[in-house]
Nanobody, 124 residues
């Protein structure tokens, strides 16, 4: 098992909220940007949100803007994704990732560590 461990996924109805967490057990990402991505069967892993090393800069995919919020607690080495007003199309496996540099990116290749993923299922 890698050092990024996600939790908080589950099955909810449309309109509900979930909060995903990602703990860095080896404390390797304190000075690195981090991101959330998601993937559904048969599709490429897609960018959701990223955050800079100090939390001062964030960026979201258009599909989740104004509904999802990325944040981090550097002292606790934990990354969060607050997901509100969930839609059926948000159903996916969600992955956290640590970037190679201080700022995140929409590009998967900018990340060198990945969690194992947590399933989010939104029903209508």
């Amino acid at each position: 098992q890698g050092h990024l461990v996600e939790s908080g996924g589950g099955t909810v109805q449309a309109g509900a909220s979930l909060r995903l967490s990602c703990v860095d057990s080896r404390r390797l990402s304190s000075n690195n940007g981090m991101g959330w991505f998601r993937q559904t069967p048969g599709k490429e892993r897609e960018f959701v949100a990223h955050i800079s090393w100090n939390g001062g800069s964030t960026h979201y995919a258009d599909s989740v803007k104004d509904r999802f919020t990325i944040s981090r607690d550097r002292a606790k080495m934990t990354l969060f994704l607050q997901m509100n007003n969930l839609k059926v199309e948000d159903t996916a496996v969600y992955y956290c990732a640590a970037a190679r540099k201080a700022y995140g990116s929409t590009d998967r290749s900018a990340y060198n560590y990945w969690g194992q993923g947590t399933q989010v299922t939104v029903s209508s």
